[in-house]
Structures are given as C-alpha cells and as structure tokens.
C-alpha cells in the first residue's frame, strides 16, 4: 500500500455511502492521531485500538449519522500525496465551508486541525479536508 491515509479515508468513505455504523482500519499512529481529531471535532462517535495475538492491530471507528439518517461526514478529500505534497503556512490554513468542515495538518508538534494550527501559528503538511 503506498498510501495508508488515503485507504483510511477510503474505508471511512466506502462505510457512510453503506450506512455502516462502524469501520475497521489498519493502526498506524497517524491514523490513531486522526480518528482522535476527528473524535474531537464530532465527526465520529468514538473509536479503539484493537489488538489481539492473531491480527494486526486495528482501530475501530464508530461513524456518527444524523437523525434522519445522513451521515456527518458527507465529504471526506485527501488533499496531500505522495506525488504532491501540500504544505500551508499557518495563516493560509482557512476554515473549511466557513468553518463548517476542517482541515487535518500533520506539523512539528503533531497531528492538529486547521482551527488548532491558527490559534498556534503553526503550519504543516496538509493532509485532508472533511466535512
């Protein structure tokens, strides 16, 4: 696999279109550091490392939907990859939908979110976009 982030928003992708309420992903500790943020932000219900003697770990993702059944995250985009990697300055990191969405950023301090990294003045590699 050459790029594990885009087959984790893939998997999440692929979960709300079947209106799944739950989704497992290989563990990396960036995509433990995104199910975080997006734990944060509301977009999921919660999620947990899974780890037994048999499997690889896993992290398990509760999606969140809405009460008529819509899913929270009806957009999810990976915006750097590895053929073109996308780096903001902190003050070029704007507000998603106009704040409705966020923008994950992997910076020198870790994995924050587009609101995180302005309040900070902190830029990075851009990695996606939900909302």
């Known amino acids: 696999m050459t790029d594990p982030i885009a087959d984790m ?9 079947r209106r799944s309420g739950e989704v497992n992903i290989p563990s990396s500790n960036i995509k433990k550091g995104i199910a975080e943020i997006l734990k944060k932000e509301g977009f999921i219900k919660d999620w947990e490392f899974l780890e037994s003697e048999n499997m690889f770990p896993e992290i398990k993702l509760q999606l969140k939907y809405l009460n ?19 780096y903001l300055k902190s003050n070029d990191a704007k507000p998603v939908l106009s704040g409705q969405g966020i923008s994950i950023l992997s910076t020198s301090r870790g994995l924050m979110s587009d609101n995180q990294c302005r309040k900070e003045k902190i830029g990075g590699e851009l990695l996606c976009s939900i909302w």
């Open 9 to 17: 928003l893939t998997r999440i992708r692929n979960a709300n279109m």
């Open 68 to 86: 008529d059944g819509q899913p929270v995250i009806r957009k999810i985009k990976r915006e750097s990859k590895p053929g073109l990697r996308i």
